[in-house]
């Protein structure tokens, strides 16, 4: 059982917009920044969000996130087949003093 | 840089111990709190221990308390994780993510743990 939760799968056509859902607690989305991670399989995780709506350098404009209250959400505009993959949220955890994160959605481009 | 290089994983058997090492550079060390996040086969995320920039407050999941212990080596600019009677349900890849606004991750080593 995941700390954040995540939906286990999400769909889109191709150039269609699809958003994923985090929702955490006070103890970390709550006061601390999201990030957000994609994964092809069998690579480690690429970070994609940081600082709940900031992008590293080289992560297309489709992508953003953003958080309101103890939940985030990563939407991705104009769907790429390439964007099919694995997507996690997460979280610092103040209480924890560690890393929490939500179990995973995998996203189809149908 | 920041550069985060894991090493030490392998194959062990249930009971077994392995120490996976952290080695990091690019950025200050000791300024910065670290962690061990693992990914199971077909599983997600989970992070298995934390510990902060001075070395206290670790951090470990229900999953590993009393088997594992985080330490970090200033001097030489490492992060280890002591891995004790490990179980078949400690198999994944083992990541190194330095705790930062932008946090940074390694490449991973893969633990196997099978008789």
């Known amino acids: 059982q995941s700390v954040l939760t995540q939906p286990p799968s999400a769909s889109a056509t191709p150039g269609q917009r699809v958003t994923i859902s985090c929702s955490g607690s006070?103890?970390?989305?709550?006061?601390?920044?999201a990030n957000w991670y994609q994964q092809y399989p069998g690579t480690a995780p690429k970070l994609l969000i940081y600082?709940?709506?900031q992008r590293p350098s080289g992560v297309p404009d489709r992508f953003s996130g953003s958080k309101s209250g103890t939940s985030a959400s990563l939407a991705i505009r104009g769907l790429q087949s390439e964007d099919e993959a694995d997507y996690y949220c997460?979280?610092?955890?103040?209480?924890?003093?560690?890393?929490?994160f939500g179990g995973g959605t995998k996203l189809t481009v149908l | 840089e920041v550069q985060l290089l894991e090493s030490g994983g392998g194959l062990v058997q249930p009971g077994g111990s392995l120490r996976l090492s952290c080695a990091t550079s690019g950025f200050t060390f000791d300024a910065y709190a670290m962690t061990w996040v693992r990914q199971a086969p077909g599983k997600g995320l989970e992070c298995v221990s934390a510990i902060s920039d001075g070395g206290r407050r670790p951090f470990y999941a229900n999953s590993v308390k009393g088997r594992f212990t985080i330490s970090r080596d200033k001097f030489k600019n490492t992060l280890f994780l002591q891995m004790n009677s490990l179980r078949v349900a400690d198999t994944a890849v083992y990541y190194c993510?330095?705790?930062?606004?932008?946090?940074?991750w390694g490449q991973g080593t893969l633990v196997t743990v099978s008789s």
């Open positions: 600082g709940n709506n």
């Open positions: 997460a979280s610092w955890d103040a209480s924890l003093n560690g890393w929490v």
């Open positions: 006070t103890s970390n989305i709550g006061s601390n920044t």
């Open positions: 993510v330095l705790v930062d606004a932008i946090p940074r």
